[in-house]
């Protein structure tokens, strides 16, 4: 055989090989940990990132909410929700570091590893009410209202 046939059909046995025509791989099903509402927390620079009673969300008809006391000194409160223990699939946060939230404006949450603090800079002092809601794609709905 001539060198160039046989350059020929090795290269057409390679490219071959590597078809993927007509070949799929299985991809495996991965479950989305369903985001456990009860046992989420506001965790910030306003309670020292820590899992209180204070902090823990409860029900109400709108979703589930926590009611925290702001100063508006112009600096931003970081904060982000998850578990008593920083469950990955439980933490909820941003999808970029510093992403801020304003007031009575619906955000959505990416409940992952790697999801960031989000940032309120309140306009006033008083009461906020962070709520929250299942929303698609192992996502949280978050709305922040000022009640007093």
Request: aromatic share 14%.
């Amino acid at each position: 055989m001539n060198k160039t046939l046989l350059v020929i059909i090795f290269s057409l046995f390679v490219s071959a090989c590597s078809s993927r025509s007509g070949f799929s791989i299985p991809e495996v099903a991965q479950s989305v940990p369903k985001i456990q509402f009860e046992n989420l927390y506001l965790r910030g620079v306003f309670n020292w990132w820590e899992a209180t009673s204070a902090y823990q969300f409860k029900k109400d008809s709108k979703g589930w909410f926590v009611n925290v006391e702001l100063i508006a000194d112009g600096q931003p409160y970081d904060f982000r929700l998850s578990d008593a223990i920083w469950t990955p699939s439980q933490s909820c946060g941003g999808n970029y570091k510093g992403q801020p939230v304003m007031v009575s404006t619906k955000i959505f949450l990416a409940c992952k590893q790697g999801s960031e603090n989000l940032q309120f800079t309140p306009s006033n002092t008083g009461i906020y009410r962070f709520q929250i809601a299942p929303a698609d794609d192992n996502e949280v709905s978050l709305v922040i209202t000022r009640t007093q």
